[in-house]
């Protein structure tokens, strides 16, 4: 592989990797509050991105169209979480899987209702071309991670040094004692859901440039999602954050030098089989520390 | 101790039925607690103690009313009950293990936006307990069970309650630590003048703090005295005291 290839693909890995991260923390947002991977995540995701379309069509700046778009996705993945998932799940907790393969469903035939199922180019709001000096790098591309960093920062940021994301924290842990001092639980478990609704909306917004919107633009990113989720611990954001980034690298990396790109799917998979059998909990599971 | 115009009752249980589904574990318990009173409630394992605590708290479901000053809370989600200002320190701690013990503080003032206040009963927790203090940005989980039940009872003294209600403080813990704990226990009812509710297997130790008891056979309140008469009651003596 020359250093051209190798550069090229290194950056469109990184690209890749970032979307595949903010995906992967909202997975693990939901999974935190429901116990269940929420299928249904990339179609919202695809969803939100047809409403930031239809918002700039109507004439709004790309950046005014963005932030509506994810307090759009924040309210409706609340409500979605508040009127569907909790009643569900308080009557039978299995049935949620079924909620979320109905979601899933639901989503992608209201998008290609609404909105025609045709592929869609959906604009970029970073500069076009390569960046001077680096010349495998794209405006977007370079957009996209620093995007995706800002957004780990901030949920980093807002888990760590607010009341709220303490609260949120403490339900995740203990839903028993975190009632008994006073937090609706069900409150923290709509606002997870709204956060990860947002999460999702930046990857399909970022994605979209790259591979056109249509309603199937998030079925393969859904699968790496799952696969940086899995890999880097369900139950930890920055796992499932890293696991992202070491998705997107390997996918591109072996899918150009090793094996090609008719195989490069199922490679990544069948090396994330092969950690899981080592590590089930996922490369960066924390350890349990607890004495009695 | 026992006043009985209905308006000096803080906690006041009447016909209290529960269970779990199908399963009634308390039939018609009727209890009061008045403001700064400490009750300990003894029985054997499955005469329904921890499952009055939990009624109590709205973790289980019940029939029957209980009022908590003078207001029903029958029906009320556990943190309404919470808002209310009653602090229930579950069996088994629940402490919040792999937040650090300051977080676990934090929380217990959830309900609260007095700053000003909240140090001051965060400080007030360190002489209780001045482990805490020495362990403020450590894991629970990694506190020794008698630190994690020490934490787990600041932080529900935390919230400011007006009844504390306490599941097995002494399980597990070593009987230095036992004595330790109770020590801090009778210093808090004393200072703070809080009611209590204390479930206890350690029926020397709860009837040295109360001061009354109740005894709970299968589901039912078999009697109900002062502590020392409880002491001397053959059954207490027979089943917890060891003679």
Request: proline share 5%; with cysteine.
């Amino acid at each position: 592989m020359t250093p051209e290839v190798f550069l090229h693909q290194l950056f469109a890995g990184l690209t890749a990797g970032a979307i595949y991260a903010s995906l992967a923390v909202a997975l693990v947002m939901v999974w935190r509050s429901t116990h269940h991977l929420n299928f249904a995540q990339g179609e919202m995701a695809m969803f939100s991105t047809y409403v930031a379309l239809a918002l700039i069509e109507a004439g709004l700046g790309y950046w005014t169209a963005f932030a509506a778009t994810l307090v759009v996705s924040f309210i409706a993945s609340a409500a979605i979480e508040r009127l569907i998932v909790a009643p569900v799940a308080r009557s039978q907790p299995l049935a949620t899987v079924i909620v979320f393969v109905a979601l899933l469903a639901i989503f992608h035939s209201l998008a290609s209702w609404l909105f025609t199922p045709v592929l869609r180019e959906f604009p970029s709001p970073f500069p076009a071309g390569t960046l001077p000096g680096f010349p495998y790098l794209s405006g977007h591309a370079a957009g996209v991670v620093a995007l995706a960093l800002i957004e780990l920062a901030a949920v980093w940021l807002f888990f760590r040094f607010t009341r709220l994301g303490l609260a949120m924290r403490a339900v995740a842990q203990n839903p028993v004692s975190s009632r008994l001092v006073g937090i609706s639980a069900g409150r923290m478990l709509a606002l997870g859901w709204g956060l990860a609704g947002v999460l999702g909306a930046c990857a399909g917004m970022m994605i979209a440039p790259i591979v056109y919107l249509d309603p199937n633009m998030m079925a393969g990113v859904l699968l790496y999602g799952f696969a940086a989720t899995l890999l880097g611990g369900i139950d930890n954001p920055w796992g499932a954050a890293a696991g992202g980034l070491i998705v997107g690298l390997l996918d591109a990396l072996v899918g150009a030098w090793l094996i090609g790109p008719e195989l490069k799917l199922s490679f990544a998979l069948a090396l994330i089989v092969a950690v899981l059998l080592v590590r089930p909990a996922g490369l960066f599971a924390r350890t349990q520390v607890s004495r009695v | 101790m026992a006043g009985h115009a209905p308006m000096s009752e803080l906690l006041a249980i009447e016909n209290l039925t529960a269970g779990y589904g199908d399963i009634t574990v308390l039939r018609d318990i009727t209890l009061s607690i008045a403001p700064g009173q400490v009750v300990a409630l003894l029985g054997a394992n499955g005469a329904g103690k921890t499952t009055l605590l939990r009624a109590v708290s709205g973790l289980v479901e019940s029939a029957g009313a209980i009022r908590f000053a003078g207001r029903p809370l029958s029906g009320l989600p556990p943190e309404s009950i919470a808002q209310r200002g009653v602090a229930h320190v579950p069996e088994g701690r629940g402490t919040f293990v792999h937040l650090t013990v300051d977080e676990n503080l934090q929380l217990g003032a959830w309900l609260r936006r007095d700053r000003a206040g909240i140090a001051a009963d965060r400080e007030r927790m360190f002489q209780h307990f001045p482990r805490l203090k020495e362990r403020l940005r450590q894991q629970a989980g990694t506190l020794s069970g008698g630190e994690q039940q020490m934490l787990a009872i600041a932080r529900g003294l935390m919230s400011r309650p007006r009844l504390l209600l306490l599941d097995e403080p002494s399980f597990g813990l070593a009987p230095k630590l036992v004595s330790e704990l109770f020590e801090a226990l009778a210093t808090i009812r004393d200072q703070e003048q809080m009611a209590m509710l204390v479930v206890e297997q350690n029926a020397q130790a709860a009837l040295e703090l109360a001061d009354s008891a109740c005894l709970l056979e299968v589901g039912r309140l078999v009697t109900r005295g002062s502590a020392q008469a409880l002491r001397d009651d053959p059954r207490v003596q027979h089943a917890y005291l060891g003679d």
